[in-house]
């Protein structure tokens, strides 16, 4: 049974303040979200280090908060301060973790603050109650630390020749007894192959060469570029395990929660070593027994989504699954990091093995690759010896079939054919619901949400109208904005109706749907992927989460309705994106060995991009796209800066865009593009506009925008601005 961990509480000491003069030491802090550094005083009997994680009273709040020193100093304020104590826990972060803290503020317009917002967990000051108390040392006292004690051989964390300590603990008093036991460590005893394929002679070339670099010392960067079902995976895992024969430590990160399942249990089968998983989806006991293994410092192996590259775990080697995945870009709150960009500082910074894989590379990465900044590896057979798929275009303009049908012939055919055979079969459609939209049979208004300027989509499982973006709900026979009347047709189908015309259409059909409907409960992707891959289930439909690195050997068809959704977003990378998707979605048939066939339903079969994804072209697609990029000067030719305003008081935004717009073209160096309305220009009633910064050096770009942005009080208040870097 699992003992309960008390809830340690700040010293009272904390609340009072202390004359400067009676002090000699002084340290600087980040509060998660303060407006500003903030100086506090180092009682005396107190050792506090840049790192260290201290309690605060910070302005008028009620209860006592975690801060990070930053910097410990003896120059004298002149005011009285607050005193700084330690967590009962001692911990302190490594100067890696702080430096890449203010790095990725510095890099993307953010301050040290809002970073580490970002970068704690929710949950971190359980985390550190319960690294106390399995120390032995916590208990409810509200007692301040005494003076430090030299922390013993249990209190130090293992750590590896090849990387600085992510922890240490400090101040730390009372006895080591563990309620949770280190995680064991690798021993090549521990290693077992069974039911592990060979590698090919593909697969071996490209582990001999990824080997020579881990070997090596400084940054090293590798773009695998393989097709799909080409063993990625399986490189990985040898080179994983000679990371661990040479005491070095791994990450693995994934593009989505659905992926981890799947990675995690081929690398423990291999490598026979506990691996900690980190991701936003797990229950709160595993998160705790993660992060406090990492905080233990006996952690060698981490897989994880996103945010993994955030934990104070210092890695040797890095590996990015599916590299290309847009799920790697951090959206809000700010700093809106890229994970690939994290990942190849640190290794620039301290050493260390960064190998990117996909088979379909975004441009940045193909770019630098050619540009021999990256080292390049390829696969260009499939591990099973089985050919690419077929892919064929289904011109949805010439069909003549009854209105609100989603099939075409050819795809209900194949389907019927498949099922028959004792395949399976996965469907992507792009669009959550069952209808894309209402309209007035009157006057033919399109309902749309009262707080968002977009359609509401009709959901059959919550019998509903949806608003996307608020998620607000309205009853289905809401009255016509426009005339008032009460009659109404839905237009356009969605994977809701999908779903039910597979099931009516096609004899045999055991369908299961994943999108984000679907998928809302802890370990509900899990669960699906899993009854699927046990075939209980022939039909996977799905939106895009279906395209994502899956394995399922029993796929031999893949079938994509509305394959050309994408193309009409205004976005420079939304060809880069279908070719993607469509590419990802046709890989997942035939990988097991028979002759895989993919359907695409289009309306738009001349345009180029479907073209290459028929021909599976990913160069010919590539060297497309960057001579488009090249003349229209877009990213990789440069930097491309995304500023959105968004206020409640249209006229309010307005003149702040443009008093922002005119500070921007003030430096001619800048190519100022915008201001326009964002693509939905509404969103729970606060309106958006957009200003777009084309530049090849963000100094000045940053020089701007920072004090606009970070400043303690708003630039223009009621209005927000936020910033992305491309």
């Known amino acids: ?294 905080l233990r410092g006996d952690t060698q192996v981490v897989l994880g989504t996103r945010s993994a590259i955030l934990a104070p775990f210092d890695f040797d080697l890095v590996i990015l699954d599916e590299e290309h995945d847009t799920s790697f870009k951090q959206q809000d709150p700010a700093p809106r990091y890229h994970t690939r960009e994290m990942a190849f500082h640190l290794a620039y910074k301290y050493g260390a093995l960064v190998v990117l894989g996909s088979a379909t590379p975004c441009l940045e990465t193909f770019y630098n690759a050619q540009a021999n900044n990256l080292k390049t590896v390829t696969l260009k057979e499939r591990a099973t010896q089985a050919p690419l798929p077929k892919v064929q275009i289904v011109d949805m303009g010439k069909m003549r079939q009854q209105k609100g049908i989603l099939l075409s012939p050819a795809l209900r055919e194949a389907l019927t054919d498949c099922i028959e055979r004792g395949d399976q079969a996965i469907i992507l459609m792009n669009r959550r619901g069952f209808s894309k939209m209402r309209v007035c049979t009157e006057c033919g208004e399109t309902l749309y949400c009262k707080h968002c300027h977009i359609p509401l989509v009709y959901h059959k499982q919550y019998r509903s109208l949806m608003c996307h973006y608020c998620a607000a709900l309205y009853p289905v026979n809401t009255p016509c904005s426009a005339c008032g009347a009460e009659t109404y047709e839905f237009v356009g189908g969605a994977i809701e109706m999908l779903e039910e015309e597979i099931a009516e259409w096609i004899p045999n059909a055991k369908v299961i749907r994943m999108d984000r409907d679907t998928t809302q409960n802890v370990g509900a992707s899990e669960k699906i992927l899993e009854a699927f891959r046990n075939r209980e289930f022939n039909i996977l439909i799905g939106t895009q989460m279906v395209a994502k690195g899956h394995d399922f050997p029993g796929v031999q068809l893949v079938g994509v309705v509305g394959a050309d959704s994408g193309l009409g977003i205004p976005d420079f990378r939304s060809t880069e994106r279908l070719f993607q998707l469509l590419s990802q979605t046709a890989g997942r048939a035939g990988r097991a060995g028979g002759e895989g066939l993919v359907l695409i339903q289009t309306l738009k079969p001349s345009e180029p991009v479907m073209q290459f994804a028929v021909n599976h072209d990913f160069n010919g697609f590539a060297n497309k796209e960057m001579e488009d990029r090249r003349a229209a000067f877009y990213p990789p030719f440069c930097k491309l800066v995304e500023i959105s305003c968004g206020s409640r008081d249209e006229d309010l935004l307005r003149h702040t865009v443009e008093r922002l717009e005119s500070l921007l073209r003030a430096d001619k160096k800048l190519m100022v593009l915008g201001p326009v309305d964002a693509f939905v220009p509404v969103i729970q009633n606060v309106h958006w506009a957009k200003l777009y910064v084309k530049t090849q050096d963000l100094a000045p770009v940053r020089k701007v925008l920072h004090p606009i942005i970070n400043g303690a009080k708003p630039w223009v208040q009621n209005v927000e601005i936020k910033v992305e870097i491309e």
């Open 1 to 294: 049974m699992t003992k309960r961990i008390p809830k340690l509480s700040a010293p009272e000491e904390v609340h009072q303040k202390l004359k400067s003069a009676t002090l000699t030491d002084f340290c600087e802090v980040y509060i998660p979200m303060a407006p500003d550094v903030y100086t506090y005083g180092v009682p005396a009997g107190v050792s506090l280090l840049r790192g260290d994680v201290v309690w605060v009273q910070f302005a008028t709040r009620k209860k006592p908060a975690l801060a990070i020193v930053s910097k410990v100093h003896q120059d004298r304020p002149s005011f009285d301060v607050r005193p700084a104590y330690p967590h009962q826990s001692g911990y302190r972060f490594s100067e890696r973790y702080m430096e890449m803290l203010e790095w990725t503020a510095r890099y993307y317009i953010s301050t040290p603050m809002k970073a580490l917002f970002v970068f704690w967990p929710s949950d971190f000051e359980k985390y550190l109650d319960a690294l106390a108390f399995t120390k032995g040392e916590a208990s409810p006292s509200r007692e301040p630390q005494g003076s430090p004690a030299t922390p013993s051989a249990g209190d130090t964390p293992t750590t590896t020749p090849n990387s600085q300590s992510t922890s240490s603990w400090s101040n730390a008093t009372g006895s080591t007894k563990a309620v949770l036991d280190p995680l064991p460590r690798f021993t090549q005893s521990r290693m077992t192959a069974a039911n592990i394929p060979a590698l090919t002679l593909e697969q071996t070339n490209a582990f001999n060469t990824l080997r020579e670099e881990l070997n090596k010392t400084g940054f090293r960067g590798v773009l695998l570029h393989g097709v799909t079902g080409s063993g990625k995976t399986r490189v990985y895992q040898e080179l994983a395990l000679e990371a661990l024969k040479q005491n070095k430590k791994v990450l693995i990160l994934v593009p989505e929660i659905g992926l981890t399942p799947q990675t995690l249990k081929r690398f423990e089968d291999f490598l026979q070593v506990p691996i900690v998983v980190l991701h936003s989806a797990l229950s709160a006991p595993k998160k705790r027994e993660g992060y406090l293994s990492i």
